[in-house]
């Protein structure tokens, strides 16, 4: 064979050669793009969970705290009428009391109508009715307790641990 037939021939072959070793090059590097956007989208689902789980995290510290400021607000409020509830009842007693008296207690009863149920927010009412009309101790006492029983339900079915 003369020396441009063995040329050609090695020529061709080294084409030959380099198409088919670039077609698989080419091939390999697809299979590695493809595997490597699967490893890249499993690995952002995983930061997602991640990033919900973080989230619902927050969400849940966030309802447990606003359950307790909502349970100290509300014991604080029935704790005020309480406070003033039992001034009125000493004035009624002695008959000495502050001048503000039944300010204090009318603005204490306007916070125990405003936080409710309307459970507390009747008992409450009963003991200022009472109050205002001058009834028995024992009923006065009776009324007081009828709001200190429905006030401590109240914060039991509504206290943190109870959630």
């Not at 499993?42 to 307790?68: C, I, N």
Request: proline share 2%; net charge neutral; aromatic share 4%.
């Amino acid at each position: 064979m003369s020396d441009w037939g063995i040329a050609l021939i090695a020529a061709g072959s080294a084409v030959a050669g380099s198409v088919v070793t670039g077609w698989y090059a080419r091939s390999a590097g697809i299979r590695q793009a493809v595997a490597a956007r699967h490893a890249g989208d499993r690995q952002a689902d995983a930061m997602r969970e991640q990033a919900d789980a973080l989230l619902e995290s927050v969400r849940m510290t966030l309802r447990a705290e606003s359950g307790h400021r909502e349970f100290a607000l509300r014991r604080q409020t029935y704790a005020e009428f309480l406070g003033a509830a039992e001034a009125r009842i000493l004035t009624e007693r002695n008959g000495r009391g502050q001048a503000d008296d039944d300010v204090v207690l009318q603005r204490a009863l306007g916070g125990v109508l405003l936080e409710g149920p309307p459970e507390a927010a009747a008992a409450a009412e009963h003991l200022v009715d009472c109050l205002r009309r001058r009834v028995t101790h024992d009923e006065l006492k009776h009324a007081k307790l009828a709001f200190v029983s429905v006030a401590q339900e109240c914060c039991r079915s509504r206290s943190p641990e109870g959630h």
